[in-house]
């Protein structure tokens, strides 16, 4: 993608986000809180962000694949079961990541 | 606020002043306390950013403007995997949805009198200020905890993206590497409480979830780049939708049909929100 048509995705997705709020606070609530618009918004996070953890670490292209980046995901979850923080299941993460990289390479 | 502190005489009246003091503190504590933690994943979006293509300036624009991690994440994202630039857009609006119904909660209480004010307000209506607001024991100390946790979450969320993207981008193979192990640990740290026992409906949200990243990854080898991810969720969505009978009954609850205008006018406090 080229620089110019990065910088219109960054502001036409900024502004798209920015409204989305503002309308939340301006429009009648009558027209947001239907059960079934809630119900979906509830769940979207979910289905996206797992939709995410699993191209990002599986997949490159149109391929699916396995690398250090499924090995540092695996050692997250276990950080993340074991109540570690942010930043240590990052690093943790990113070690594997890098040993796996290492030790194929 | 406490209702009888202030009739009581003088010992009263400064209980009660200390007692707001000393909940305004706490507020204040907490706001910062949690700005200075979601400042940690700015780091993350930071090096996200940059794992995704984008220049120090493109991360600090999403940051300033979109100010809203989870659909931040979400464009680099979908660009990082090589998705075209309307899938990118999409899937950060599908999560902005969230903000709107985030919204329409925090009108009641926040109540922005004239245009500049709701302009200014609408920027921090995000996650942790409404989930800080709405916990809050009262409306002043609701409006105090939106306006501290938006500004410190605001000045560090920004801050640190500077250094996550500034940090990124001089990093060799072996670094490389490691970077791309961190964004999607980042993703499921972000996933990681709504799967847990105590987040509402933790079923339903486990089982979104393991639909979503199954559509998505049958879907790569055939969609364009980034398209697998937005149509994971639209599908799961739809699938998740509340039957016809269950929207009449969920329908019911939320709003009687007496009682239409209910949401926007009635006063806020914690034991009202069905949060």
Not at chain 1, 52 to 57: C, H, P
Not at chain 2, 86 to 94: C, F, Q, V
Not at chain 2, 95 to 113: K, M
Request: net charge neutral.
């Amino acid at each position: 993608m080229s620089g110019g048509s990065l910088w219109t995705v960054v502001l036409v997705a900024a502004v798209g986000c920015y409204l989305l709020k503002l309308a939340g606070l301006s429009v009648p609530a009558a027209w947001v809180e239907h059960p079934w618009v809630t119900r979906v918004v509830e769940f979207v996070p979910a289905a996206l962000l797992a939709a995410l953890v699993a191209v990002q670490a599986a997949t490159s292209g149109p391929d699916l694949v396995v690398d250090g980046r499924l090995a540092g995901l695996a050692v997250a979850a276990l950080a993340l079961a074991l109540r570690a923080p942010f930043i240590v299941v990052l690093v943790l993460a990113g070690a594997t990541g890098a040993l796996v990289h290492v030790l194929a390479g | 606020m406490h209702p009888l502190g202030g009739v009581r005489g003088r010992p009263g009246v400064l209980a009660s002043l200390a007692a707001v003091s000393a909940a305004r503190t706490a507020t204040l504590r907490d706001a910062v306390g949690l700005g200075l933690a979601v400042g940690l994943y700015g780091v993350a979006f930071g090096a996200a950013a940059d794992a995704a293509g984008l220049d120090v300036w493109q991360a600090l624009v999403l940051s300033a403007l979109m100010f809203t991690g989870a659909s931040q994440f979400a464009l680099v994202g979908v660009l990082g995997a090589g998705g075209s630039g309307l899938a990118a857009i999409g899937s950060a609006l599908l999560l902005g949805t969230r903000n709107t119904v985030y919204g329409v909660r925090l009108a009641p209480l926040l109540a922005p009198r004239g245009v500049l004010r709701r302009v200014g307000a609408a920027h921090w209506v995000i996650d942790e200020t409404t989930a800080m607001a709405v916990a809050a024991p009262d409306r002043e100390l609701g409006r105090l905890a939106f306006w501290a946790t938006g500004a410190t979450i605001y000045v560090g969320w920004n801050l640190t993206t500077v250094l996550g993207a500034l940090g990124a981008s001089g990093l060799g193979g072996t670094a490389q590497a490691a970077l791309d192990a961190v964004v999607p640990a980042a993703f499921l740290a972000l996933l990681w409480p709504r799967l847990q026992r105590t987040f509402p409906e933790a079923a339903v949200q486990r089982r979104v979830a393991v639909g979503g990243a199954v559509v998505a990854l049958l879907l790569t080898p055939v969609v364009p780049a980034g398209v697998q991810v937005v149509a994971a969720v639209v599908a799961v969505a739809l699938a998740g939708r509340p039957r016809s009978e269950e929207v009449v009954q969920a329908g019911e609850l939320a709003s009687p049909p007496e009682d239409g205008a209910a949401p926007r006018k009635r006063p806020t406090s914690p034991s009202e929100e069905d949060s």
